[in-house]
């Protein structure tokens, strides 16, 4: 578990998050950069699966966690993924409730710092929507930047942050 300044926590997920993760995923404005099948309760459930399943596996090499709030509300969740040695990919969801109130960002940021520091990665990615300017704009807030050698598939765009990069930026 990780605490943040704002007394918000990253942690893992529980089977009691379900209602909760269900329901923030099912918003309509949520999901306008998935495909509908993606949101619905059935695969909100077996994501919630997946990420449970996955803080078992040692050695540990994906981390999808809970952002919940001072309250104890599920916000969304945030993670990084080993994906090959020394390269992750981090991903970022928020229910609309609390979306522009910093906490994808205090999260985005506690998670590049774990990818780096914890893990050891040299380069974090993330892949998202041309359209989805509200990651685009997280990406950059982060430090990461268009990758041009790499593919995110047909409308997608990766952006990518070296590990020299984040530290001459301050963020270590």
Do not use: H
Request: charged share 25%; with cysteine; hydrophobic share 45%.
């Amino acid at each position: 578990m990780l605490t943040l300044v704002s007394g918000r926590q990253l942690r893992d997920f529980c089977a009691e998050d379900l209602a909760a993760y269900q329901a923030l995923r099912s918003e309509a404005k949520f999901g306008r950069f998935y495909a509908a099948e993606d949101c619905s309760p059935a695969r909100s459930a077996e994501l919630l699966q997946m990420f449970m399943a996955q803080a078992q596996q040692r050695p540990r090499q994906r981390f999808q966690l809970a952002i919940v709030s001072a309250a104890d509300e599920l916000m969304g969740s945030c993670g990084v993924r080993m994906e090959a040695p020394g390269q992750g990919s981090i991903g970022c969801e928020l229910g609309r409730r609390w979306q522009g109130s910093g906490a994808a960002l205090e999260a985005a940021r506690a998670i590049v710092a774990f990818g780096f520091g914890e893990l050891g990665l040299q380069k974090i990615y993330a892949d998202t929507k041309a359209g989805n300017l509200a990651a685009l704009r997280l990406c950059r807030q982060l430090g990461m930047r268009p990758d041009t050698t790499e593919a995110a598939g047909a409308d997608g765009v990766r952006l990518v942050l070296a590990r020299g990069d984040w530290r001459v930026a301050g963020a270590a």
